[in-house]
C-alpha cells in the first residue's frame, strides 16, 4: 500500500499499517545511501585537493585523516553529552 493508496493520504494512518516497518527500513536505507554518498564524495574531493597540493599517492590515504578528526570530535561531543545527562 503506498502512501496515495491510505485514506487522507496522512502518516498517522501511514504507521498503523501493516508496511509500517517496511517504510521504516526505506526511511533508513536511504539516510545510510545519502551517508555513504556523501562520504564518498568528500574522499574524492579531499583526494583531487592533495593530488593538486602535490602530494601524489599519499593523497588516497589524506582523507583517512580527516575521517579520524571527524571521528574524535563526534565522539568527544557524544562523551562530553553524556557526562552532562549522567
Not at 554518498?37 to 593530488?51: E, R, S
Request: hydrophobic share 55%; glycine share 8%; with cysteine.
Amino acid at each position: 500500500m503506498t502512501r496515495s493508496e491510505l485514506p487522507n493520504n496522512s502518516l498517522k494512518t501511514d504507521s498503523l499499517t501493516p508496511n509500517a516497518p517496511f517504510h521504516y527500513v526505506v526511511a533508513g536505507s536511504q539516510g545510510i545511501m545519502l551517508a555513504a554518498a556523501t562520504m564518498l564524495l568528500l574522499y574524492i574531493i579531499i583526494v583531487v585537493v592533495g593530488l593538486i597540493c602535490g602530494l601524489g599517492w599519499g593523497s588516497l590515504l589524506l582523507p583517512i585523516l580527516v575521517y579520524h578528526l571527524l571521528l574524535g570530535i563526534a565522539v568527544a561531543a557524544l562523551w562530553t553529552y553524556n557526562k552532562l545527562i549522567s
